[in-house]
């Protein structure tokens, strides 16, 4: 069982629309990453929460501790956010290297 | 902004032969990096950790012999595919960081192919 459960699996909009995309996860995190995939593959890190909420330029994350649930929104959406969106969570545990458990994404299409 | 450099970004070789993916950070120095693997449809999923002058610490189920990572420097860490195989075929990326609270940095990937 996946311990970052992500929300919707594939999402279509059309350009303009606001777009919100959650993740959830299991036990308490220190940190929590948005991760953006383009189709050749290759990842962009997008935010990285702890607390709160970060904006950046049409992006907006958002994270509520308590209720182990992190929301990434895209406001006016256009074609070019069309990506694959992956949630990933450094876990709190002993000796951590910060390693990351990942969200399966969510795929984004955003339509003209 | 920081970048992480990774290569070669498509590779195709025969089952039998070892490959060598390198992952360099540009413009930070990088005491950390981590070598994942994605299949088609799946998630990322972390191989390994590498920190600069230390042996890797590979996760559980991931064979240290088959997949040698070396982080000789604060800018390099290789990963080195041996006598590989068919379902060795995924992408390979890398991702580094400064600090361990420092954000991290991707590679774009290697798309490897055995044939």
């Known amino acids: 069982k996946n311990e970052v459960e992500q929300s919707p699996q594939n999402l279509t909009a059309q350009e303009g629309e606001f777009i919100t995309i959650n993740c959830s996860y299991s036990?308490?995190?220190?940190?929590l990453h948005w991760l953006q995939q383009h189709p050749g593959g290759g990842i962009v890190s997008l935010f990285m929460?702890?607390?709160g909420k970060k904006k950046h330029g049409r992006l907006i994350a958002t994270i509520n501790i308590q209720e182990k649930h992190s929301s990434l929104h895209i406001t006016a959406s256009h074609p070019r956010d069309s990506a694959v969106y992956i949630c990933?969570?450094?876990?709190?545990?002993?000796?951590?290297?910060?390693?990351?458990?990942f969200g399966k994404g969510t795929k984004l299409s955003v339509k003209p | 902004g920081a970048v992480v450099s990774q290569h070669p970004s498509r590779v195709i070789c025969k089952s039998g032969t070892s490959v060598k993916i390198e992952c360099r950070s540009l413009?930070?120095?990088?005491?950390?990096m981590f070598w994942y693997r994605q299949f088609p449809k799946q998630s990322l999923m972390l191989m390994a950790t590498?920190?600069?002058?230390?042996?890797?610490?590979?996760e559980q189920g991931v064979e240290k012999d088959k997949f040698l990572i070396n982080h000789a420097s604060l800018t390099l860490s290789t990963l080195t595919v041996t006598s590989a195989h068919p379902e060795d075929s995924s992408f390979y990326i890398c991702?580094?960081?400064?600090?361990?609270?420092?954000?991290?940095?991707f590679g774009n990937g290697t798309r490897l192919t055995v044939t």
């Open positions: 991702s580094a960081r400064g600090t361990a609270y420092s954000p991290l940095h």
């Open positions: 036990v308490g995190i220190s940190a």
């Open positions: 929460l702890s607390s």
């Open positions: 990933a969570v450094r876990y709190n545990y002993g000796g951590s290297q910060g390693n990351l458990i």
């Open positions: 413009d930070f120095q990088a005491t950390t």
């Open positions: 590498s920190n600069e002058g230390s042996k890797a610490t590979y």
